[in-house]
């Protein structure tokens, strides 16, 4: 396993994650533990991308708990269907979210943050949980990293 990231500092948003996927892939390489392997994807995206906060909620007795992360401390219990998180899981689709402010019941863990994407993670076809994703700027996600954080995401049920 690498133990140090080469991370890149001045580039594309995309040329960042062409960089880090195959880097994500070597952590996890020859480790089967979900929570490890968990742990170290939002480590890795948080160095990557330095985004405000980078974590996952892990579907426990129908409700997502708060899982590994990045970032400041964050609620831990979410009901399927409230907030960005909880409707990502009740339609397991890909939720880009420009304004949080704008969200129907969006869960205000901190004030700063302004603009989330979340995606269904799913292992061996069946979905365990969220990656959630905010910044503290407005429309800071797209289908850059819809895609890539999809190809991120299928390196753990791998
Ligand atoms: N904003 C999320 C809650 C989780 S925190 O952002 C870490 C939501 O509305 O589901």
């Not at 009740?90 to 943050?113: M, R, W, Y």
């Not at 302004?114 to 076809?125: M, Q, T």
């Amino acid at each position: 396993m690498a133990e140090d990231l080469t991370i890149l500092k001045e580039a594309s948003k995309e040329e960042k994650y062409i960089s880090i996927i195959p880097q994500i892939k070597a952590l996890l390489e020859g480790e089967n533990d979900l929570i490890a392997n968990l742990a170290n994807v939002c480590a890795a995206l948080k160095e990557q991308f330095n985004w405000f906060w980078v974590g996952f909620y892990l579907i426990k007795d129908d409700e997502l708990v708060l899982g590994p992360f990045q970032g400041p401390v964050a609620c831990t219990r979410i009901k399927k269907g409230k907030g960005v998180c909880g409707s990502s899981w009740q339609q397991e689709k890909t939720l880009v979210v420009p304004n949080v402010d704008e969200f129907p019941g969006h869960i205000a863990c901190a004030s700063a943050s302004k603009s989330e994407i979340v995606l269904p993670v799913y292992i061996d076809g069946k979905i365990i949980g969220v990656l959630d994703v905010d910044s503290e700027y407005l429309s800071h996600f797209n289908e850059v990293d819809n895609k890539y954080l999809n190809e991120i995401i299928k390196l753990i049920d791998a």
